[in-house]
C-alpha cells in the first residue's frame, strides 16, 4: 500500500537545498572568474618585470643577493659604484705609462686606443667588484670594450692585464687580445653573464651591436626566467591557481635532479660555444649551448683546470655528481649569495657528507694541524699555506690557480691527488702545487707510503695513446664509453677521441652512441664519423630530427660541408630546417673572427662566393694571425679563377706555417696552373719532403719533371711512387713511362714482375709478348 509524501516536510527540503544553490552560485561564479582567467594568464607568454617585484615575498632571499656578485656583475660608472683610485695616477704596465684621473666629474683613463696612440677614454660601467673590478669604455657601432687596466681590490692597486694573463705575448693595438680589438669585447665575450635577459642584437652585414637588457646585473629573473606569470599566479587565491605550473615561473628550481639544477648554473658557468641567446622556454642547456668537453688545451689531460673553465665541466668530472650521490650547487653555495654556506668552516661542507672520523683524522690526511711547530709553504700560484691548512679538504682535493692577474680559483672535479700521474703525462698535482719546491717522485712516495701502491685506472691514459696514435687507445676508449659510472662528458670526448681511428668495424657502435641520452656524447658521435660513402651519412640524416638544437644542427653542419648535389627527399624537409637553424647559428656568433669564419666556410660550400669571401676578408681584418683563413681564402680565388690572389696568399700563409705539407703541395699545383712550372716543382718538392709517405705528391713531382723532359727523375719519382703504395696504377705508371721512352731493357722485366703480381690484368700478357 502506497503512503502518502509529508508534503510539509518535502518542502522544507526544497526550500534549504534551493537556497544552499543561491548560497553557493556567487562562489561558483567567482571561481568559474578565476579559472577563466587563469586559463589565459597561465598560458601567455611571460615578460620580464623586473627584480624589484620579488622583493615584498622574498625578502631574505633578497637581502642575501644585494651586494652578492650577481648584484655587482655590472653597474653604471659612479662614485657608489668605482672602487678604484681615479686621482690622477699613473699606472705602468704593458710597456707604457697609462693615467686614471676626473674630468668634469667623469671617470677617465689615458691608454693607447684603436691605432696605438694615447688616447682620452671615459669609463661609462664597472664590472665586478672583488677580488678585481674591470672598466668598459664605449665606442661606435654600439660596442663596449673592457680596459686592460684594472683595479685590484684587494691589495688597492692598479695593473695591466696584459702583464699577467697576457705577459707571454705581445699586445699591440692590430693584435686580436688588445683591448680595443673581439677578445675584449663586452657584447660577446662577457655580456651574457653580467646581465639579465641580454639580447646581443648583432648584425653582422654592418659589423654592430645594438645590445639590450633588462636590468643590468643579475637579477632574480636571469635565473628564474620572465616572471609576469608568476606574479599573476601569487595575486590568485590557492583555489584558482591549479593551471600554473611551477607557480608560473619558466624555470624549474626545485623538484629537480641534481643534472638538472646544475644545468641552470651552466649556461654561464661553463666554457662553452653559444647557439642564441638564451631561451627560457626550455632547460635543455644543448638548445642554447655546447659546453666544452674537459680536453687540452683548456684542461690538462688528467682534466685539470689550465686555462678558465667556469667550473661545469670540472664538476660533472667529479664524483659528487653522479647518480649515487647526486651533489648540487646549492649543497654547497647559498645561491643567492653565492657564498659558501658555512663562511671559512670548509672542511663542515664536506662532513655533511663524509664522517669527520673517517676524514678529518691524520690516518686520512696526514698534515700538521694548526698550532703544531712547522713552517708555511708557498705554493706554485704564489699563495702562502700556513701550517694546519693541510687539514682543509680543499687544499688536497680543490686547488687552485690565479686567472685574470689576481682571482685564484678552485677546481671544482674535487679529485684524488696523483702524483704517479704527473710523473707519466706532466699534469699537476696537489702535493706538488703547496710543496712546489719538491719533486714529483717525492710526493709520489709519499702517496705509496701512505695508501699503497695500488692506483685507480684514469683516462688520461687512454686520451695519451689516442693522442699519440696508439692503436690499443681503440679498446680503452670503447671501454670508457660504455661504462656508465664514467662521467658523460668523459665518456663524450672519448667518443671524439675515437674518431681519431674511425673505421668500418665501429660504425656500428657509432651509430649507437647516436641515440645516447646524452647530447655531448650524441654530438661527440657525430663529430667523430668520418664520411667516406653513403652508408656514413645515412648515420646523419636521422640525427637532423633530433629533439635538442646542439645535435640537430651539428648533424646540418656535416652534411653541409659534403659538397652532396642533392639531399633525398624524404631528408630534405628536415635538413632545410636544420640547416637554417645552423645558418642562424653562425650569423649569431659572426661577431667573432672564428665565427666569420665558419660563416664564409658555410657560404662557400653553398658556392656563395659572394659572401663567402666577404666574411673571410672580415675575419682577417678582425684578426690578422688566423693564417687559416688565408688558406681558405686562397682555395677560393682559385675556385673562382683569380690565381694572383690565391698565389699571394698561400704565399703569406706560408710565411707562418712553412711546414703545412698539403698547403705547399696545394700551393705547387696552383703554379702549375699558373704556368709557374719551376716553381710549382720547388714547391712540390718541399710537400714531399715534409710528407713523403704520400703517393700523389710524388706522383705530381714525376709528372712535372716529365713534362719538363727531365727523364731521370720522372723515374726516380714514379719509384718513390711505388715504395709508397706498390698497387697496379702506381706500378702502370712507370712501365708506360718506360714503354713511351722505349727503355725495353726496364719495361720487360717491370712487366713480368706485374704479371706475377696482378695475373688477372690481361694486358699484360699482350705487354709481354710485344717486349719478345
Same mark, same amino acid.
Given at each position: 500500500?502506497?503512503?502518502?509524501?509529508?508534503?510539509?516536510?518535502?518542502?522544507?527540503?526544497?526550500?534549504?537545498?534551493?537556497?544552499?544553490?543561491?548560497?553557493?552560485?556567487?562562489?561558483?561564479?567567482?571561481?568559474?572568474?578565476?579559472?577563466?582567467?587563469?586559463?589565459?594568464?597561465?598560458?601567455?607568454?611571460?615578460?620580464?618585470?623586473?627584480?624589484?617585484?620579488?622583493?615584498?615575498?622574498?625578502?631574505?632571499?633578497?637581502?642575501?643577493?644585494?651586494?652578492?656578485?650577481?648584484?655587482?656583475?655590472?653597474?653604471?660608472?659612479?662614485?657608489?659604484?668605482?672602487?678604484?683610485?681615479?686621482?690622477?695616477?699613473?699606472?705602468?704596465?704593458?710597456?707604457?705609462?697609462?693615467?686614471?684621473?676626473?674630468?668634469?666629474?667623469?671617470?677617465?683613463?689615458?691608454?693607447?686606443?684603436?691605432?696605438?696612440?694615447?688616447?682620452?677614454?671615459?669609463?661609462?660601467?664597472?664590472?665586478?667588484?672583488?677580488?678585481?673590478?674591470?672598466?668598459?669604455?664605449?665606442?661606435?657601432?654600439?660596442?663596449?670594450?673592457?680596459?686592460?687596466?684594472?683595479?685590484?681590490?684587494?691589495?688597492?692597486?692598479?695593473?695591466?692585464?696584459?702583464?699577467?694573463?697576457?705577459?707571454?705575448?705581445?699586445?699591440?693595438?692590430?693584435?686580436?687580445?688588445?683591448?680595443?680589438?673581439?677578445?675584449?669585447?663586452?657584447?660577446?665575450?662577457?655580456?651574457?653573464?653580467?646581465?639579465?635577459?641580454?639580447?646581443?642584437?648583432?648584425?653582422?652585414?654592418?659589423?654592430?651591436?645594438?645590445?639590450?637588457?633588462?636590468?643590468?646585473?643579475?637579477?632574480?629573473?636571469?635565473?628564474?626566467?620572465?616572471?609576469?606569470?608568476?606574479?599573476?599566479?601569487?595575486?590568485?587565491?590557492?583555489?584558482?591557481?591549479?593551471?600554473?605550473?611551477?607557480?608560473?615561473?619558466?624555470?624549474?628550481?626545485?623538484?629537480?635532479?641534481?643534472?638538472?639544477?646544475?644545468?641552470?648554473?651552466?649556461?654561464?658557468?661553463?666554457?662553452?660555444?653559444?647557439?642564441?641567446?638564451?631561451?627560457?622556454?626550455?632547460?635543455?642547456?644543448?638548445?642554447?649551448?655546447?659546453?666544452?668537453?674537459?680536453?687540452?688545451?683548456?684542461?690538462?689531460?688528467?682534466?685539470?683546470?689550465?686555462?678558465?673553465?667556469?667550473?661545469?665541466?670540472?664538476?660533472?668530472?667529479?664524483?659528487?655528481?653522479?647518480?649515487?650521490?647526486?651533489?648540487?650547487?646549492?649543497?654547497?653555495?647559498?645561491?643567492?649569495?653565492?657564498?659558501?654556506?658555512?663562511?671559512?668552516?670548509?672542511?663542515?661542507?664536506?662532513?655533511?657528507?663524509?664522517?669527520?672520523?673517517?676524514?678529518?683524522?691524520?690516518?686520512?690526511?696526514?698534515?700538521?694541524?694548526?698550532?703544531?711547530?712547522?713552517?708555511?709553504?708557498?705554493?706554485?700560484?704564489?699563495?702562502?699555506?700556513?701550517?694546519?691548512?693541510?687539514?682543509?679538504?680543499?687544499?688536497?682535493?680543490?686547488?687552485?690557480?690565479?686567472?685574470?692577474?689576481?682571482?685564484?680559483?678552485?677546481?671544482?672535479?674535487?679529485?684524488?691527488?696523483?702524483?704517479?700521474?704527473?710523473?707519466?703525462?706532466?699534469?699537476?698535482?696537489?702535493?706538488?702545487?703547496?710543496?712546489?719546491?719538491?719533486?714529483?717522485?717525492?710526493?709520489?712516495?709519499?702517496?705509496?707510503?701512505?695508501?699503497?701502491?695500488?692506483?685507480?685506472?684514469?683516462?688520461?691514459?687512454?686520451?695519451?695513446?689516442?693522442?699519440?696514435?696508439?692503436?690499443?687507445?681503440?679498446?680503452?676508449?670503447?671501454?670508457?664509453?660504455?661504462?656508465?659510472?664514467?662521467?658523460?662528458?668523459?665518456?663524450?670526448?672519448?667518443?671524439?677521441?675515437?674518431?681519431?681511428?674511425?673505421?668500418?668495424?665501429?660504425?656500428?657502435?657509432?651509430?649507437?652512441?647516436?641515440?645516447?641520452?646524452?647530447?655531448?656524447?650524441?654530438?661527440?658521435?657525430?663529430?667523430?664519423?668520418?664520411?667516406?660513402?653513403?652508408?656514413?651519412?645515412?648515420?646523419?640524416?636521422?640525427?637532423?630530427?633530433?629533439?635538442?638544437?646542439?645535435?640537430?644542427?651539428?648533424?646540418?653542419?656535416?652534411?653541409?660541408?659534403?659538397?652532396?648535389?642533392?639531399?633525398?627527399?624524404?631528408?630534405?624537409?628536415?635538413?632545410?630546417?636544420?640547416?637554417?637553424?645552423?645558418?642562424?647559428?653562425? *650569423? +649569431? #656568433?659572426?661577431?667573432?673572427?672564428?665565427? $666569420?669564419?665558419? =660563416?664564409?666556410?658555410?657560404? !662557400?660550400? /653553398?658556392? &656563395?662566393?659572394?659572401?663567402?669571401?666577404?666574411?673571410?676578408?672580415?675575419?682577417?681584418?678582425?684578426?690578422?694571425?688566423?693564417?687559416?683563413?688565408?688558406?681558405?681564402?686562397?682555395? *677560393? +680565388? #682559385?675556385?673562382?679563377?683569380?690565381?694572383? $690572389?690565391?698565389? =699571394?696568399?698561400?704565399?703569406? !700563409?706560408? /710565411?707562418? &706555417?712553412?711546414?703545412?705539407?698539403?698547403?705547399?703541395?696545394?700551393?705547387?699545383?696552383?703554379?702549375?696552373?699558373?704556368?709557374?712550372?719551376?716553381?710549382?716543382?720547388?714547391?712540390?718538392?718541399?710537400?714531399?719532403?715534409?710528407?713523403?709517405?704520400?703517393?700523389?705528391?710524388?706522383?705530381?713531382?714525376?709528372?712535372?719533371? &716529365?713534362?719538363?723532359?727531365?727523364?731521370?727523375?720522372?723515374?726516380?719519382?714514379?719509384?718513390?711512387?711505388?715504395?709508397?703504395?706498390?698497387?697496379?696504377?702506381?706500378?702502370?705508371?712507370?712501365?708506360?713511362?718506360?714503354?713511351?721512352?722505349?727503355?725495353?731493357?726496364?719495361?720487360?722485366?717491370?712487366?713480368?714482375?706485374?704479371?706475377?703480381?696482378?695475373?688477372?690484368?690481361?694486358?699484360?700478357?699482350?705487354?709481354?709478348?710485344?717486349?719478345?
Amino acid at each position: 500500500m502506497l503512503k502518502m509524501i509529508n508534503t510539509q516536510k518535502y518542502n522544507n527540503l526544497m526550500l534549504a537545498l534551493v537556497g544552499a544553490l543561491i548560497l553557493l552560485f556567487p562562489a561558483y561564479l567567482l571561481i568559474k572568474t578565476y579559472s577563466d582567467t587563469d586559463t589565459s594568464t597561465a598560458n601567455a607568454e611571460p615578460q620580464f618585470v623586473g627584480g624589484d617585484t620579488c622583493i615584498e615575498c622574498h625578502l631574505p632571499e633578497y637581502n642575501d643577493w644585494k651586494g652578492s656578485h650577481h648584484d655587482r656583475a655590472m653597474d653604471e660608472a659612479n662614485d657608489s659604484t668605482v672602487l678604484a683610485n681615479f686621482n690622477n695616477v699613473t699606472i705602468e704596465g704593458n710597456g707604457m705609462t697609462h693615467r686614471a684621473f676626473m674630468q668634469d666629474g667623469k671617470f677617465m683613463v689615458n691608454t693607447d686606443g684603436e691605432n696605438g696612440t694615447m688616447e682620452d677614454f671615459e669609463i661609462k660601467y664597472v664590472f665586478g667588484f672583488t677580488p678585481l673590478q674591470q672598466f668598459l669604455v664605449e665606442f661606435d657601432g654600439g660596442r663596449l670594450q673592457t680596459l686592460p687596466l684594472t683595479w685590484n681590490t684587494l691589495d688597492s692597486v692598479w695593473y695591466h692585464m696584459a702583464d699577467s694573463t697576457y705577459a707571454d705575448q705581445d699586445i699591440h693595438h692590430n693584435n686580436w687580445l688588445h683591448w680595443t680589438n673581439q677578445a675584449q669585447n663586452w657584447n660577446s665575450m662577457c655580456a651574457d653573464c653580467h646581465s639579465t635577459n641580454l639580447q646581443k642584437n648583432y648584425d653582422p652585414h654592418t659589423d654592430t651591436y645594438n645590445t639590450t637588457w633588462s636590468e643590468i646585473d643579475v637579477s632574480c629573473e636571469a635565473c628564474h626566467g620572465p616572471s609576469s606569470n608568476h606574479l599573476t599566479w601569487a595575486a590568485l587565491p590557492e583555489y584558482a591557481r591549479d593551471d600554473f605550473e611551477n607557480y608560473g615561473l619558466p624555470v624549474k628550481t626545485s623538484g629537480i635532479n641534481n643534472e638538472q639544477y646544475v644545468d641552470n648554473c651552466a649556461r654561464c658557468h661553463s666554457r662553452r660555444s653559444s647557439l642564441s641567446d638564451f631561451d627560457y622556454s626550455t632547460q635543455n642547456i644543448h638548445n642554447h649551448i655546447i659546453p666544452n668537453l674537459p680536453d687540452i688545451p683548456t684542461w690538462h689531460l688528467d682534466g685539470q683546470i689550465q686555462d678558465e673553465d667556469y667550473v661545469y665541466a670540472s664538476f660533472i668530472q667529479s664524483k659528487m655528481y653522479t647518480k649515487e650521490r647526486e651533489v648540487q650547487c646549492n649543497d654547497c653555495h647559498n645561491v643567492h649569495s653565492g657564498q659558501l654556506l658555512f663562511g671559512d668552516d670548509y672542511n663542515k661542507l664536506c662532513l655533511q657528507c663524509h664522517t669527520a672520523d673517517v676524514y678529518e683524522t691524520p690516518d686520512h690526511h696526514f698534515h700538521k694541524t694548526e698550532g703544531m711547530p712547522g713552517d708555511a709553504v708557498i705554493s706554485d700560484s704564489g699563495v702562502k699555506f700556513d701550517v694546519g691548512s693541510g687539514t682543509l679538504c680543499i687544499n688536497c682535493h680543490m686547488h687552485g690557480q690565479y686567472y685574470m692577474g689576481v682571482d685564484y680559483r678552485r677546481d671544482h672535479s674535487f679529485r684524488v691527488p696523483r702524483p704517479d700521474l704527473s710523473i707519466k703525462y706532466d699534469v699537476p698535482n696537489a702535493c706538488n702545487q703547496c710543496h712546489a719546491d719538491k719533486s714529483n717522485q717525492w710526493s709520489e712516495n709519499y702517496i705509496t707510503k701512505w695508501y699503497g701502491e695500488s692506483r685507480t685506472y684514469h683516462f688520461a691514459q687512454a686520451f695519451d695513446d689516442a693522442r699519440n696514435g696508439e692503436a690499443h687507445a681503440l679498446g680503452r676508449l670503447k671501454g670508457i664509453i660504455n661504462d656508465e659510472l664514467y662521467p658523460h662528458s668523459i665518456r663524450a670526448l672519448s667518443i671524439q677521441y675515437l674518431g681519431n681511428f674511425f673505421q668500418d668495424s665501429l660504425k656500428h657502435e657509432v651509430e649507437s652512441y647516436l641515440s645516447n641520452l646524452y647530447p655531448d656524447m650524441r654530438v661527440a658521435a657525430i663529430r667523430s664519423i668520418q664520411v667516406a660513402g653513403e652508408e656514413d651519412i645515412n648515420l646523419l640524416y636521422p640525427m637532423l630530427v633530433d629533439d635538442t638544437k646542439a645535435v640537430r644542427t651539428e648533424a646540418a653542419r656535416i652534411l653541409s660541408s659534403l659538397g652532396l648535389e642533392q639531399i633525398p627527399q624524404k631528408h630534405q624537409k628536415a635538413f632545410d630546417i636544420a640547416i637554417s637553424e645552423y645558418e642562424q647559428i653562425l *650569423l +649569431y #656568433n659572426a661577431d667573432f673572427p672564428i665565427g $666569420k669564419f665558419n =660563416l664564409a666556410n658555410f657560404y !662557400y660550400n /653553398k658556392a &656563395e662566393y659572394g659572401p663567402a669571401e666577404q666574411f673571410y676578408l672580415k675575419a682577417l681584418k678582425q684578426d690578422e694571425e688566423l693564417h687559416f683563413v688565408k688558406l681558405n681564402l686562397a682555395y *677560393l +680565388y #682559385n675556385r673562382i679563377q683569380k690565381n694572383d $690572389k690565391a698565389a =699571394l696568399l698561400f704565399e703569406d !700563409y706560408l /710565411k707562418h &706555417e712553412p711546414t703545412d705539407a698539403q698547403a705547399r703541395y696545394s700551393y705547387g699545383l696552383l703554379l702549375s696552373e699558373m704556368k709557374k712550372y719551376d716553381a710549382s716543382l720547388k714547391q712540390l718538392i718541399r710537400s714531399h719532403n715534409l710528407q713523403p709517405e704520400r703517393a700523389r705528391v710524388a706522383h705530381n713531382i714525376a709528372m712535372m719533371f &716529365e713534362f719538363q723532359g727531365d727523364k731521370a727523375n720522372t723515374e726516380l719519382y714514379l719509384k718513390k711512387e711505388i715504395a709508397i703504395v706498390n698497387d697496379y696504377n702506381s706500378n702502370a705508371e712507370l712501365l708506360r713511362f718506360y714503354l713511351s721512352n722505349k727503355m725495353t731493357a726496364k719495361a720487360k722485366p717491370l712487366a713480368i714482375q706485374m704479371n706475377k703480381t696482378f695475373p688477372d690484368v690481361a694486358e699484360l700478357k699482350q705487354v709481354i709478348e710485344q717486349l719478345k
